[in-house]
């Protein structure tokens, strides 16, 4: 498959060009819409500084049916638990218990 290993090649080259530019939200959306490459510096980033639900929607690019593979699953409670986890810090129990009901609830056995 030479056309899709040059196709690969170009998205990655228009990444890197947007992200030289300082294109950076434009380079994640081609990153998530191609799906074929995944910065994880900036997943990391994400869910360091506390923007979950960025890196819960960057993450949701690359894996558009996670309960197929159990790392993904791990990936995502890991996000929605501290969601849980920092709201509750917070004091805020009733969206403390709307997260554990609406994402954390599907991830039981």
């Keep these: 498959m030479a056309d899709s290993a040059a196709y690969i090649r170009l ?3 228009v990444i890197k060009l947007l992200d030289s530019n ?3 939200e434009s380079a994640r959306t081609l990153e998530k ?3 074929f490459v995944f910065n994880l510096a900036y997943f990391e980033h994400c869910f360091v500084t506390g923007l979950l639900e ?3 929607d960057y993450l949701a690019g690359f ?3 996670i309960h197929e593979n159990a790392y993904c699953v791990n990936v ?3 996000l ?3 969601k849980f986890m920092d709201v509750l810090d917070q ?3 009733i969206e403390a218990r709307r997260i554990l009901d609406e994402d954390l609830r599907p991830f039981e056995r």
């Design 11 to 13: 998205i990655s080259s």
């Design 76 to 78: 995502y409670f890991e």
């Design 54 to 56: 960025e890196a819960e």
């Design 22 to 24: 300082n294109y950076n």
């Design 33 to 35: 819409e191609s799906g």
């Design 63 to 65: 894996l558009p049916y």
């Design 91 to 93: 004091g805020d129990r």
């Design 80 to 82: 929605n638990w501290q």
